[in-house]
């Protein structure tokens, strides 16, 4: 849990009572790889804090499975659009590895958030941290080249190319695993 709270004192700062609140209700989970979190067409109805381990969200297209985003240790695992909106979304989040998460259910965080404005406070800023983040990923897929979205992948997080499949990387940074192999081939 001591992870969780170093992760969030970078945005927010909890007085003792609210961290102890907080304490209550964050539970931890020591579970398998390829362990479902999410399923597909359900609301997500917790946040989890990835203690160590490494999650996927993802979804169905046309048959093939999209990588949405990637989760490793000391970040957050969400179908944020779910949590928020509390209604069901086609994302399903897996365990690539085995992990340990800790989770904060939707309604006892929102309990706490009606009693701790500080708690309240952090939440909000976890929450627009996430959706920069997918602003910048949407951004990224937009915007930038194959070759400039893996560069940014291995600059921010390169030990993901030794623990993510290729494919589900290559679908991550949306290009065929082809690419993929040809912009490795030339680094």
Known sequence: MEKFFEVVSQLSTLSVESRSALSGILKKHDLKK?????HQN?????????????????????????????????TF???IVSYISRKPDRRQIELLEPSVLWSLQYYEAEQLCAKHHDIEHMIRLLVSSGLIQLQQRFDD???????????????????????????????????????????????
Not at 51 to 65: A, F, Q, V
Request: charged fraction near 15%.
């Open 141 to 187: 897929l937009h915007f930038a080249t194959a070759l400039q979205r893996y560069q940014t992948l291995m600059k921010e997080n390169p030990s993901l190319i030794q623990r993510v499949p290729l494919g589900m990387i290559a679908s991550y940074l949306g290009i065929t695993q082809e690419t993929l192999s040809r912009i490795r081939s030339q680094i």
């Open 77 to 79: 695992a969400c179908s």
């Open 34 to 38: 390829g362990h479902i979190l999410v």
């Open 42 to 74: 359900s609301v997500c109805n917790y946040l989890y804090f990835v203690e160590s381990g490494l999650t996927r969200t993802y979804y169905y297209n046309d048959g093939k499975d999209v990588t949405d985003w990637i989760s490793p240790e000391n």
